[in-house]
DNA sequence: CATCAGTATTCATTTCAAAACATACTGAAT
DNA sequence: ATTCAGTATGTTTTGAAATGAATACTGATG
């Protein structure tokens, strides 16, 4: 392959736990779509997400991570809602900070990219 | 989140076009299966796949690459077959040297993996 | 104690990509 | 000129995942 043409790598990153995938971009967007809006219903709205779907992330990840990343409001004024804890917090941060790593990596890896 | 439970970072690697995504483990595998088999068909076969998934694999990676990965016969003795060209074999070897390499850097990250 | 908006949960419906099926086409070899 | 196995390509089926719709539950607040 001569080059005319570019390619460029692409890297997706996420983390695993003993069951399986646990926390990818997905969950992440999830997570902070919670945090700007306050609710699960509002978060799911705004990506254009089923209501369920989202509530079974929300779901699968606090139940496989150490603690609860989110914290879910029963009832009360405006009927609850759902906002981040602090391990939510963190786990936005820290998932940020390594994929950013790893991309840079592999962007320095596309200069081996001749084929 | 304490440190009683063990997560680990997955990448997923794949070269990208202009067009779109153009190579990732799973066109890499049928290419394998190609250069093992001799035939779109058989490889497809030992993939479990369906013949006309893979063929039309073959063809996307045909068009996207500077020159083709696959050269078919068509018809003859046999009735044809598929074999790698030099461009195929040396996108194999490209593909998972980037790959391993980027997946060395991501496991050395693990460490960065405190929530 | 009725309201209200969000959570929790079940069930039916849709969507859409992969698979399955069907059918021509190719050309060396006999 | 028939056979044969693989390529080429259109059409139909199917199955899983996402969505949508429906319903009960929660509890602070007025």
Do not use: H
């Not at 809602?81 to 950013?100: Q, R, S, W």
């Amino acid at each position: 392959m001569p080059e005319n043409k570019k390619y460029n790598i692409e890297v997706r990153v996420w983390i695993e736990e003993t069951e399986g995938a646990f926390l990818g971009i997905g969950k992440i967007w999830l997570l902070e779509n919670i945090r700007k809006t306050g609710s699960i219903t509002n978060a799911a709205k705004e990506m254009k997400m089923a209501y369920r779907q989202a509530w079974q992330l929300v779901e699968e990840m606090n139940q496989r991570a150490e603690k609860p990343l989110v914290e879910k409001l029963l009832g009360g004024k405006g009927g609850g809602g759902a906002k981040l804890t602090e391990a939510g917090e963190k786990a936005i941060a820290v998932f940020y900070e390594i994929e950013k790593r790893i991309k840079e990596f592999a962007q320095k890896e596309t200069q081996n990219l001749k084929f």
